[in-house]
């Protein structure tokens, strides 16, 4: 079959962003996982890159 330009172009872009996304939430998920566990003021919590600016 032969399809638009236009659809081709929908499709294409379409792709495109579904794809950045799922690397996107997949790196998130992985980096949220690699983050530490600390026991801080009683209580377990993730440590964040920022944690010490948090707790200003």
Known sequence: MHYSD???LIVNTATT???F??????QNSQNRAARPWTKSSGRW????????????
Request: charged share 5%.
């Open 6 to 8: 236009i659809w081709q």
């Open 17 to 19: 962003v579904l794809t």
């Open 21 to 26: 996304l799922a690397v996107f939430l997949i």
């Open 45 to 56: 919590t993730r440590q964040g890159w920022n944690s010490s600016a948090s707790s200003m």
